[in-house]
């Protein structure tokens, strides 16, 4: 089961482009990389997901190597309200189970 | 986009009570469902993977006996913690699933437990 490695914690000025790094060195060729954040007592928010090539949503960017060993959501112009804890995910093969990290608490500053 | 409701949002009990949480998928039909909890300043933790129609999979050292499923339709799974005790205070939260829709969970708002 692939694992991911994220750093426990960032900070970005508002209206800057904040960027969240996640390692997963061990995932299989037919594996999703995901992405949520959990904001305070909330359950986690989708925010995008991809498999090989990059991808583009209205909330942000997901950038994948291409040895796929590792990749970066990107929040192009983060706001207090992206303030949250962001979790890298790569599901189980063949299961769709997701097991969760540590996740990286992005702390946006005014 | 797809919405998952969780019914109680919160719930006081006192100790050998049981609890009954609900989780629905309100605008698709989910095969699967999984059942989370998170302590405090903790990561989501796995409890079981939920299949309509048939028996809960549950993680290693989660106590089925326990932490009751039932996934009685598309539409809702319901997770009922027996004879509840104060360590089994937490944040439980559902996520619901749909193969060819987008591969994607989508989590519940979350149940909070908090056991006298």
């Known amino acids: 089961d692939a694992k991911t490695t994220q750093p426990t914690s960032m900070d970005c000025a508002e209206g800057r482009a904040a960027n969240l790094p996640c390692n997963h060195s061990t995932i299989s060729g037919n594996e999703y990389v995901y992405w949520y954040r959990q904001i305070h007592s909330q359950g986690p928010q989708y925010i995008i997901h991809?498999?090989?090539n990059n991808e583009t949503n209205e909330m942000a960017s997901l950038i994948i190597t291409e040895d796929r060993k590792s990749s970066t959501l990107i929040l192009p112009h983060a706001t207090l309200r992206d303030t949250a804890v962001y979790y890298c995910?790569?599901?189980?093969?063949?299961?769709?189970?997701?097991?969760f990290g540590t996740g990286t608490r992005l702390k946006v500053l005014a | 986009g797809a919405v998952v409701s969780q019914h109680p949002s919160r719930v006081i009990c006192k100790s050998g009570t049981s609890v009954k949480i609900e989780c629905r998928s309100l605008?698709?039909?989910?095969?699967?469902m999984f059942w989370y909890r998170q302590f405090p300043k903790q990561s989501l933790m796995l409890m079981a993977t939920?299949?309509?129609?048939?028996?809960?999979?549950?993680e290693q050292g989660v106590e089925k006996d326990k932490f009751l499923i039932n996934h009685a339709s598309l539409t809702l799974s319901t997770l009922t913690v027996t004879s509840a005790h104060p360590e089994d205070s937490s944040f439980y939260i559902c996520?619901?699933?749909?193969?060819?829709?987008?591969?994607?969970?989508?989590f519940g708002p979350g149940t909070r437990l908090t056991v006298l």
């Open positions: 995910i790569v599901s189980i093969s063949g299961t769709y189970k997701y097991i």
């Open positions: 996520s619901a699933f749909s193969s060819g829709r987008t591969d994607t969970q989508y």
């Open positions: 939920s299949n309509e129609g048939s028996k809960a999979t549950y």
């Open positions: 605008d698709f039909q989910a095969t699967t």
């Open positions: 991809g498999l090989k």
